[in-house]
């Protein structure tokens, strides 16, 4: 079996070259993209912000209406004025359509360990729901990594410790200290998505599995936090699907980077995966 969790629904045209799709043909394209890569189950991030190419939580569960094979990660949008409605949020979490909540220090000018974000973070706790924060090298310009550095979890995995943080992309390129977070912190998973654009060049490939390797050779048990993901359609899944193989795991570790994790901290019902909803 196999989760990816990091998607997105969103149309990344200005990035990729692609042309601009609605919603509804991107939902397609994902459909395709895991039936050809074997993956059974799609964690899907909506955005900090709502536009053309951003479609809004509510939009997106609607589309994919609980279908068996996504879980719905919502977006928080906290600085401007299209704040994200905390009340409305833990409502869609209370009743079980939002399994997550997804930060973006850095695109969304706030640092990690931004005081203001305690509200969100007690939600979490009292719904037992993870946090995936974007972490590390940020494809838009005018975004500010140094909010987005994976050291900051350190803060509010002490801070919160009933709250379960994830490290998105591995904190990349800073993957010491995303590994220094993960062995120090119980609370702290991390996923292996949108470690490069586009596929793999062979140097880069090569260069990221060294670099991955050392981080797992520093935080020790592998299988306990890491977890599979992509960041489709930044990129393509079945680069990544590779880049998992790559890695060397044991039998058992692989079995919960895969997918064992993720259904665990999403509360995923894998037993509903064997007769997937038909389209």
């Known amino acids: 079996m196999l989760i990816d969790c990091h998607v997105h629904l969103n149309a990344y045209h200005t990035v990729n070259g692609d042309r601009r799709r609605p919603t509804e043909e991107n939902v397609d394209r994902l459909w395709d993209a895991m039936a ?3 993956v059974d189950h799609a964690v899907v991030l909506t955005s900090y912000k709502v536009d053309v190419d951003r479609p809004s939580v509510e939009r997106v569960l609607e589309i994919l209406a609980e279908d ?6 919502e977006g928080l949008r906290w600085r401007g004025d299209a704040r994200t409605d905390l009340f409305h949020m833990e409502e869609r979490i209370r009743d079980g359509v939002v399994k997550g909540i997804k930060l973006y220090p850095g695109y969304d000018k706030y640092a990690i360990n931004d005081p203001s974000l305690e509200a969100v973070f007690r939600l979490a706790a009292k719904h037992d729901v993870p946090v995936m924060i974007h972490c590390g090298d940020t494809y838009a310009k005018g975004a500010k990594v140094r909010q987005a550095h994976p050291l900051l979890v350190d803060d509010v995995a002490v801070d919160y410790p009933d709250v ?8 990349n390129p800073w993957f010491v200290d995303t590994a220094e977070v993960l062995y120090k912190n119980d609370n702290v998973y991390a996923d292996i998505s949108g470690l490069t654009l586009g596929d793999f060049d062979y140097e880069f490939e090569r260069y990221v599995i060294m670099r991955v390797k050392d981080l797992i050779s520093y935080m020790g048990t592998p299988g306990k936090q890491l977890m599979y993901g992509s960041d489709w359609p930044l990129v393509e899944m079945g680069p990544y699907v590779k880049f998992l193989e790559g890695l060397g795991f044991s039998e058992g570790e692989r079995e919960h980077i ?3 994790t993720a259904a665990e901290i999403f509360k995923i019902d894998v037993s509903r995966l064997e007769s997937p909803t038909p389209h």
């Open 258 to 260: 895969a997918w064992k």
């Open 36 to 38: 050809a890569n074997g």
């Open 164 to 171: 379960r943080f994830v490290i998105c992309h591995l904190g």
């Open 68 to 73: 068996p094979r996504t879980t719905v990660v």
